[in-house]
Every structure is written in C-alpha cells, then in structure tokens.
C-alpha cells in the first residue's frame, strides 16, 4: 500500500530555512495525483501549506507562498518542503499527504506520521 | 479566506450515544466540497467524509455528514469506544483550503 515518510532536522533555528523531505513507497509519484503538505501546531488546528503535481506545477497558501518552495524528485520518489526565515511560529507538526482523488484541492486520505519542527535558538 | 468555526468545542458523551458536530462556513463552500477528518493523540488525520456527505473508503456507515452552503453537520449514530477523538472539518473549495478549529468528542 501507499505509504508516505517526513524526513528532516527536528530543530530549526530562527531566521534559517526549514527543509523536510517526504519519501513516497507503494506508489510511483510521476504516475498521477498531488501531492502535499499540511502542518498542526503543539494543540491547535491545521494548516495547509501548498501541494505539487509530478508535472512539477504547485500551488501554495498565499499567506506562506513569499516563504514556501515545494519541489518534486521522480528519481527518488520524494517530494520537499522548503520554508525560509522561520520564526517560533513556525513551530509545529509536519506532514505530508496524499489526496483521495486526482485534483489538487480534494481532501487528503494518505497521510505521512508527521514530524515535529521546533523553531528555536 | 474561508473561517471554519465548530460547535461545540467538547462533546461530552457515552458510548453508544448519537454524536452531532457542526460546522459553519464565513461564505458558501462551492459544491459542497466539505471534509471531515477523524484526529487521535500523536496520529495523523484519517479522512472520514468528502463531498459532504460521501464516505471515504473503508470508513463505517455509522459516520455520516450532511450540509450545503455555510452549515454543515458531521453525525456518529452510535458511538464506539474508538471513536472518542478530535473531528475536523475542512473545506476545499476555495483556496487556501482551510480547517476548523476542531470538536473534541470525549467520554462522558
């Protein structure tokens, strides 16, 4: 089955850049579909942050886009996250997904585990 | 931006009592495109509904979501033990694609 892994530092410091790698098995990401991220700070809500088709076209919050880049590695079946100049707000659980259909903006059924980024000096 | 706002915040009940969960919209959601997900401690969200009232697969016929426009309502018919949880509802319809703030259903 499908199945999605984040990957990364688990502490970042403020003003740096926050990179998390997400590794797809079970599925060949250049066959179809989106795919995407969304992060959960300590106790709140969830946030989407953009996704990306293995075309390579994305689509991104626009209250994160000025800091957010995703990219997509056929050859490693992966696709990343880059956030720049993170403050502590930026604190929270990551994770990466896949949605239940092929347009970018159903709902995500596949999820990763997440993994916790802490912003801090 | 469409704001999600849920009600209520806690939902105290039994199992195998009825579970009614609302969630409201700040303007239409296009085509009904509302989800609802299923979040336990330290998991990642399980997609339970799409289309607001279409079950995701494998997902039980004891969960059940209705709703058009701004108001929406996600029902459990007779809750499980596992099912005492967070509920989300999201709506895709209008980028960004935003969640609500979430309904904790707890054990009464």
């Known amino acids: 089955q499908v199945q999605l892994q984040e990957s990364g530092p688990g502490l970042v410091k403020p003003s740096e850049t926050l990179s998390l790698t997400c590794a797809v098995s079970?599925?060949?990401?250049?066959?179809?579909?989106?795919w995407g991220w969304i992060r959960q700070p300590p106790g709140t809500g969830l946030e989407w942050i953009g996704s990306i088709h293995h075309s390579g076209s994305t689509y991104y919050n626009p209250s994160l886009k000025s800091r957010v880049t995703i990219s997509i590695d056929t050859s490693k079946n992966q696709f990343s996250l880059k956030l720049t100049s993170v403050t502590a707000a930026d604190t929270a659980v990551y994770y990466c997904?896949?949605?239940?259909?092929?347009?970018?903006?159903?709902?995500?059924?596949?999820w990763g585990q997440g993994t916790l980024v802490t912003v801090s000096s | 931006e469409i704001v999600l706002t849920q009600s209520p915040g806690t939902l105290s009940l039994s199992p195998g009592e009825r579970a009614t969960l609302s969630c409201r919209a700040s303007?239409?959601?296009?085509?009904?495109?509302l989800a609802w997900y299923q979040q336990k401690p330290g998991q990642a969200p399980r997609l339970l509904i799409y289309?607001?009232?279409s079950r995701a697969t494998g997902i039980p016929d004891r969960f059940s979501g209705s709703g058009s426009g701004t108001d929406f309502t996600f029902t459990i018919s007779r809750l499980e033990p596992e099912d005492f949880a967070v509920y989300y509802c999201?709506?895709?319809?209008?980028?960004?694609?935003?969640f609500g703030p979430g309904t904790k259903v707890d054990i009464k």
């Open positions: 289309g607001a009232s």
């Open positions: 303007q239409s959601v296009s085509s009904s495109y």
């Open positions: 999201q709506q895709y319809g209008s980028s960004p694609f935003t």
């Open positions: 079970g599925y060949s990401i250049s066959s179809s579909y989106y």
């Open positions: 997904a896949r949605p239940c259909g092929s347009w970018y903006r159903d709902p995500f059924d596949i």
